[in-house]
Each structure stands twice: as structure tokens, then as C-alpha cells.
């Protein structure tokens, strides 16, 4: 993991998309709204609105994976669903020794250079 | 719409078959359901050649294995393309060319199925398959099959009160199948007392991803399997060796990629909507079906999908494990073939394997002590990604 602490950098985040027409949410974000069908423009982002999907969060389901692809050095690592206050949901890592389905986290973003290629986002819940 | 039926099987027996090069692994399968259709010789009179796979270009370094496969067979110029749906690749091939041969199109169609996994490391094998997860919010945050497989179980044992216990159950049932499929990647006595009640059993069955153990999941297998479809209705189809095992109902239906957008993840939408529409075509219900092969890749999914097309209460076909109901003699013999826990899954071929294992029990094929008796109708769902691509098919001894 890389520490942005350390940095003058702006710290990595993972964005939730908001249709302007309907105002339905969505993570990730769809070409267009299951509601009111308004398209998306990737370049442009026109009648949509981009916002932080971050902070409290509950653990629905989680796991310890002990055979990790490629690129993973560890031993293993857990990892969960959460929901968001918005209802959103998102999939991610946990950073705690003793997860237990129900219990409050809150979710921050990071970025990830285990694999080769370049660094990706990942969400922690902790 | 003419009525489709297979009258050729083929089946490598699964396994590590890392030697040999991919194209003749999936043109040993197609030999042998020429063969078994009396159609060798006919072979360049077929209307069309399919052939599923997931994941050629990453895994074995080939790509265009359909030009491969018909080359090595010399075949050439029959047409053939290449069909991949990630794990229900096998299962899509065997749509699409149920559609050829329904629209008339076509009149004999070559289904054939398989991957080479072992030529590279697991850990890599493990990426690859991996690849299939939505790229920004799973695979990107490390997340791998067996670590769905984890969290739906999860999610399962808490809302339904299964256990470790039932999983391993389930497993020594499907290896008590698969050491008797002459097919199978995985022939191995297994016991519940090593699996699950023994002292050892922590060693010998580890945790793969929490709470699913090794033997809750499928092994990484090679291997290729094919079927040869024929329009009976038409005159050609006298011309094969075999009687048709019809091809009663066949369907997909798809889910959302990301598995966190769906409203109740333990809902499998798409295997409910592909089983009720296969239903709808053949025009039977779940009491109809002898027996079946559903994609165990975990072996939760076994239990869930079983639920999902109807043959138990949602929440409730780990008491039928228990009891013995999805054993060879119980009431709904699940997995016949070791299902992908003991036969293995080699991925772009397990939907045509599924297939091959219906019309083996329907002919009454299969080997003693796995021979479902006097079975009418077997269905297969075979399940793409998380759920999120399905394809059933259910086939009829007419």
C-alpha cells in the first residue's frame, strides 16, 4: 500500500455516480439510469454528478481468501460487502483481525501496487 | 421449429492434461462423438462447428482454437466459430447450436468444449478465471471466485442454519459418484470422518475461503467434451447410429455483473429465469426432471441453484443432503457425474460435460453404481461468472 500521508499528493478515491434527472444512485456507473434511461457521457460526465463513496458502512458478508491469485504475497486476506448509508453497495477489502456480519466499518480508499501494471483503488473497510 | 436432438457424445476424462496442446484435446472429444454418432466419415457434412472456451489466449497462449480444432480434424472448409461465456461457455455452445439447427439453418452441428487450465501456475490459473469479475470494484480489489463462493456461503449458513458439516456431506456424495464416472479429474474415496469429523479433518480439508473448505470446491481441471446435434426432422438424422436423446428446453438468462448490486445476493435471478424458461419450452415442471447436473463449482452452489429451479424450498435442500435425497437412489439424484467437485471443471468445457453426462444417464450409459434408474427427463444448469450469465438445458429420452 502506498501511505498518502507521507505525500502533498490528493489521496486516492473511488466515486459513486448520481443520475441529475432522477437522482437514482449508482456504484459503479452504468451508460445509463435503470430509471429514467438518461445516458451517460463517459468523456464528459454531463447530467451526472460524481460524489466521495466513502466513510460509514455495514459488513454484510465476508470472507478470508487463503489461495490468492497471482501477484499476492500474503497469506491471506479478508475481504466483504458492505452498504453504504445511501444504500449503495461496494466489495473491498476488511482490515480487522475478527469480522462479524452486521457490525459498523467504515470504508476509506487506497491504492493497491501488488499487482504488476499500474497501482489500481481499492476500498478498505475498517 | 424443428425439433434438435443429440446423437454423438464425447468426453476426455479430466484431469491434467497439460502435455498435450488444446486443440487436440478438444478434437479427441470430437473424434470420439463422431464416433459415437457413426459420422466420422461424414464429418466435413456438418453444418457447423462450435467451439466454447474461456480463456485460450491467457491461459494455453492460443487464440482462434476453432480454426485449430476443425484443422486438426481436417475438416476444413466446414464453418466454425468460437463461443465464450465464461464458465457457461459449454452450455451457451449448446444453445446457440440448438438455434442453428431449431431455425433450420442447420441440419448437424458439432458442439465441442474445453480448456487447458494446468499448463500454468494455480495461482495464475486462479487470476485468469478471476478476469471474469467486474474489472473497477472486484477483480481490482483482489477478489477472486472461491472468495464469492466464501461470502455467499457465508451469507447462507447465517440466514438458513447450514453447516461446515453439510458442505462436506454434500462433497462425499458427489466424490461417491465421480469415482465411478470413468471420466472424472478426481477418483478418490472420500469420508466424512476425514473431511469434516475426524481429528485430521482441519488438515486434510482446509479453508480455501471462509467458510468454504477445499473440498467445498471444485479442483482446476483440463479436458473437453462434445455433442453432436442433428435436426430430427429431417432426413439426415437417419443416418446416424445413435437414437436422439431430444433436446426438450433451453434457455439463459443473465444478472447484474457486480454481485453487491444485487437487492438479495443469496437470490440467483439468473438461474431461477433460465430454469423456468427451459421449463416453459419443454413444457414440465421440477417434478418432471430424474435427475441433475448443476454447477458445483462450490459445493453451496449445488444447494442453491437446487432450490432456485425448483426441486427444494428455498433454504432447505441442505436437509435433503442430509437425508440422502440427492444421492444415486435418493429422490433427485444431484450430480451424478461427481458433479465439478470430483469429475473437475475445466471451465469452457464443463456446460458441454453437464450435457454429455444428461445424454449418458438417458441412454442408460452410465456405469454401475451410478445409473440413475430408468430416468425420463435430465436437466444441466451450468453458471457463468457469479450467477451472472446462466444457461439450462433439459433433454428428453423420447
Keep these: ?126 | 421449429m424443428a425439433r434438435v436432438g443429440i446423437v454423438g457424445i464425447g468426453h476426455t476424462r479430466f484431469g491434467n492434461s497439460s502435455e498435450y496442446d488444446l486443440a487436440d484435446v478438444l478434437a479427441y472429444a470430437a473424434t470420439d462423438a463422431l464416433k459415437d454418432a457413426g459420422f466420422l466419415e461424414h464429418r466435413k457434412e456438418i453444418d457447423q462447428v462450435l467451439v466454447a472456451n474461456m480463456a485460450s489466449g491467457l491461459l494455453c497462449h492460443q487464440s482462434a482454437v476453432a480454426s485449430a480444432m476443425v484443422s486438426r480434424l481436417d475438416m476444413e472448409p466446414v464453418p466454425a466459430e468460437l463461443v465464450e461465456n465464461g464458465p457457461a461457455s459449454g452450455a451457451s455452445a449448446v444453445k446457440l447450436g440448438y438455434m442453428a439447427v431449431a431455425s433450420g439453418m442447420a441440419d448437424v452441428v458439432l458442439v465441442v468444449g474445453g480448456e487447458i487450465m494446468r499448463k500454468v501456475t494455480g495461482w495464475l490459473a486462479t487470476d485468469v478465471v478471476s478476469t471474469m469479475l467486474d474489472t473497477e470494484t472486484e477483480y481490482n480489489m483482489g477478489l477472486t471466485l472461491p472468495g464469492f463462493g466464501g461470502m455467499f456461503t457465508r451469507m447462507y449458513m447465517e440466514k438458513y442454519g447450514l453447516t461446515e458439516r453439510d458442505l462436506a456431506l454434500l462433497a462425499v456424495k458427489n466424490h461417491d459418484n465421480g469415482i465411478k464416472n470413468k471420466y472424472a479429474h478426481i477418483q478418490a474415496t472420500c469420508t466424512i470422518e476425514a473431511i469434516a469429523d475426524g481429528p485430521e479433518a482441519d488438515v486434510v480439508n482446509n479453508y480455501i475461503a471462509e467458510p468454504l473448505r477445499m473440498y467445498s470446491t471444485c479442483p482446476v481441471s483440463d479436458g473437453a467434451a462434445a455433442v453432436l446435434l442433428v435436426n430430427m426432422d429431417s432426413p439426415k438424422a437417419k443416418l446416424f447410429a445413435k437414437k436422439p436423446v431430444r433436446i426438450a428446453g433451453v434457455a439463459s438468462a443473465t444478472d447484474t455483473h457486480c454481485v453487491h448490486n444485487r437487492k438479495d445476493p443469496l437470490q440467483l435471478n439468473a438461474v431461477r429465469i433460465a430454469a423456468e424458461k427451459a421449463y416453459q419450452m419443454s413444457g414440465l415442471t421440477p417434478k418432471d426432471i430424474s435427475f441433475a447436473e448443476l454447477h458445483d463449482a462450490f459445493s453451496i452452489l449445488e444447494m442453491a441453484i437446487s432450490e432456485e429451479v425448483g426441486f427444494f424450498e428455498r433454504g432447505k435442500s441442505y436437509l435433503a443432503v442430509r437425508k440422502g435425497e440427492t444421492a444415486i437412489n435418493g429422490k433427485m439424484p444431484i450430480n451424478t457425474s461427481g458433479g465439478l467437485k470430483s469429475k473437475g471443471h475445466p471451465v469452457g468445457g464443463t456446460g458441454v460435460s453437464q450435457v454429455v453426462e444428461l445424454v449418458r444417464q438417458l441412454r442408460g450409459e452410465a456405469e454401475e453404481g451410478r445409473q440413475v434408474k430408468d430416468p425420463k427427463y435430465g436437466m444441466s444448469v451450468n453458471f457463468g461468472g457469479f450467477g451472472n450469465n446462466v444457461v439450462a438445458v433439459i433433454c428428453a429420452k423420447d
Design chain 1, 1 to 126: 500500500m502506498i501511505d498518502f500521508s507521507m505525500y502533498d499528493v490528493k489521496a486516492p478515491k473511488i466515486s459513486g455516480f448520481r443520475c441529475e434527472k432522477c437522482g437514482s444512485e449508482y456504484y459503479p456507473a452504468p451508460m445509463i439510469c435503470g430509471k429514467c434511461n438518461s445516458r451517460r457521457d463517459p468523456v464528459t460526465g454531463k447530467g451526472w454528478v460524481k460524489f466521495d463513496l466513502e466513510g460509514p458502512c455495514t459488513l454484510l458478508t465476508w470472507t478470508r481468501v487463503w489461495n490468492l491469485p497471482e501477484g499476492y504475497t500474503k497469506k491471506f486476506l479478508l475481504f466483504g460487502i458492505v452498504q453504504f448509508e445511501n444504500g449503495l453497495r461496494a466489495s473491498g477489502r476488511i482490515e480487522l483481525d475478527e469480522p462479524k456480519t452486521g457490525m459498523k466499518l467504515t470504508a476509506s480508499v487506497e491504492e493497491s501496487n501488488e499487482r504488476p501494471g499500474k497501482p489500481v483503488k481499492i476500498f478498505v473497510f475498517s
